[in-house]
């Protein structure tokens, strides 16, 4: 077998080559092999076969002072492009991103209905003419992320998505057949792609992350030793689903109590129509109110505060995670949620390093999608993008 296990080694080496260069963003041969004490002979070989594949470009470095400009690797990005897709309720958003996850294009769609067979054309039509307008970079679309609002199983099929009525249903493969080419479509939870977004694009120097994405419901993305932790089935994470008041409000799931009918955006949101007799509430009305340091306004949102840190007390005490990554445009209205939150955070057993708001938004998951598509295409377990607002 020692041709399989040089194969292996080859591939390895390749891996940590291609994800040394991205994470450097320009490396020279000689600091790459420094990087990845692989040896120069080897940085030779691999450098010259991705060379060769379009992968990699080599630019002369503009900022040596003195003697022969030394020649540097970078990504090609344009080799090739990622598709995520945000498959949301009522809307679907597509953004195509280079392969160092830089949006190069986006688009969201109005979803008329919710039936399953119109909505595998619409996104087959859309896939399709993406494919037809990258089709000149040498890789075209080398992968397709889909962010599903629901449970996705390990084998990557749809297990339910509540607001949508969808049970047992294999999108990948109704894609692909739909679509006829051979291109990777992956499925992966919205609140796990919302996670990675924020490991990959921003918190570069952890492999050890917990988002909470609260929008709708609650969603916890969680990214354990660079992987999705994801459970049995795959349906690891539904945070919002655990109990935080006994006997509490009735949930949809048929619990009473459940954190999300606490601490979502959308108890805020209901709490205050009901509150100022309005029918509708919107961000900036909040926003107003916030400003004018409303009374009621202030204490629904001290009260959406306290049963978030609740259920972020009883998530860290589980999983002990390095950086707690907090997405909701809520939060980030408030003048100081996260000291409010971490004044709920003060039992002695609770250990986490950073707890921070997302930068990234409700833009999260669809970078998350692309990111996901990237390193699967570059065949490398995680890497560090650059964010650009
Ligand atoms: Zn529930």
Sequence with gaps: MVTGDAAYIKKMNRSLIIQTIVNERMISRADLSKATSLTRATISAQVADLLEEGLLREIEHEHSSVGRKPIMLSLNAQAGYAIGIDLDYGEISFTVTDLLGKPVSSKTVTLETPEYPEIVRLLARHIRAYIEEYKQSRYGIVGIAIAIHGLVSKRE?????????????????????????????????????????????????????????????????????????????????????????????????????????????????????????VKYVTYEYIQKLLAESDEETERIMEQFIYYLAVGINNIINLYNPEVVVLNSRLLGMHPDALGHIQQHLRSSISHYRQLSLSPIGKKACILGACALAITHFLDVPIVNLPYEP
């Design 157 to 277: 099929s749809i297990h339910f998505v509540p607001r949508f009525r969808w049970h047992h249903l294999n999108l990948k493969k109704d894609l692909e057949n739909e679509i006829g080419q051979d291109i990777p479509i992956f499925l992966e939870n919205n609140a796990n792609l919302s996670a990675l977004a924020e490991r990959v694009f921003i918190h570069h120097q952890t492999n050890n992350l917990l988002c909470v994405t609260l929008y709708s419901g609650i969603g916890l993305g969680m990214i354990i030793n660079n992987e999705f932790f994801q459970g049995h089935d795959g349906f690891a994470g539904e945070a919002g689903h655990m109990i935080v008041v006994p006997d509490g409000r009735l949930c949809n799931c048929g619990n009473k109590g459940c954190w999300e009918k606490y601490a979502s955006e959308s108890c805020v949101f209901e709490s205050l129509a009901k509150c100022k007799q």
